[in-house]
């Protein structure tokens, strides 16, 4: 099994829509989780950050932890066409000697006018 | 704001030529990355530095040696390139190694003929 497993897609929804993306993951041992957003041919960005398990909102973005079952997820309300690109999870177990910080292979999304 | 300034954008090269590639931050951020981003295999740690004369080995380091003169500039180079180093490299700086948000450059297209 995979570090990090993240549904490659594509992803192509109608603008306004509601997008839901997730990764998963295995080591029990990652704290910090991360949404990172790549526009094509550009590097990435990060988009969200949250520590441990719960919620967090930032405008139209919700960004979900559930380390019980090792699911995290992005979602997108009211989709906008700039919101097209790639959105990469992220997690990390903490730094320092120990550092790891492990990307999903991204998921490209498109959202059509 | 420049942030990362990775150079060059984009080359061309010749298989068992030298190469580096530059990457400069005017954060002052202590720790700064490596990374290879592949289609279908996403974003691969290469080489990693905690701070100014340290390094340390990613997830893909053979191939590839680094260095960390100061806080600034990490340069990455690849002794004698080989057509599966063919990728686009992205530099990024945190201002704690594995903690916190990465800022990546814009990156550098490579390709090994």
């Known amino acids: 099994q995979k570090e990090v497993e993240q549904d490659p897609g594509p992803l192509s929804v109608p603008e306004g829509a509601i997008v839901s993306l997730n990764c998963t993951y295995s080591n029990s041992a990652f704290q910090y989780f991360m949404w990172y957003r790549q526009y094509s041919r550009k590097g990435p960005e990060l988009l969200m950050y949250?520590?441990?398990?719960g919620n967090k909102e930032d405008g139209r973005f919700t960004a979900q932890v559930d380390k019980s079952s090792k699911y995290i997820s992005l979602f997108i309300r009211d989709s906008q066409p700039s919101d097209s690109a790639t959105y990469l999870c992220?997690?990390?177990?903490?730094?320092?000697?120990?550092?790891?910080?492990?990307f999903g292979k991204g998921t490209l999304l498109t959202v059509n006018p | 704001i420049a942030g990362i300034t990775q150079a060059p954008t984009s080359q061309i090269l010749a298989a068992g030529r030298r190469m580096t590639l530059r990457c400069t931050q005017d954060?002052?951020?202590?720790?700064m990355y490596w990374y290879r981003q592949d289609l279908g295999l996403g974003l691969r740690l290469i080489h990693y530095s905690n701070t100014a004369g340290t390094t340390g080995k990613g997830e893909v380091p053979d191939g590839y040696s680094v260095s960390r003169a100061n806080t600034d500039d990490f340069p990455l180079t690849l002794a004698s390139a080989v057509p599966s180093q063919t990728s686009v490299y992205f530099c990024?700086?945190?201002?704690?190694?594995?903690?916190?948000?990465?800022?990546f450059g814009e990156g550098s297209r490579l390709t090994v003929l």
């Open positions: 990024a700086s945190s201002a704690v190694l594995g903690a916190g948000e990465l800022f």
């Open positions: 954060m002052r951020h202590n720790a």
């Open positions: 992220a997690m990390s177990d903490g730094g320092g000697s120990n550092y790891k910080l492990t």
């Open positions: 949250t520590y441990s398990s």
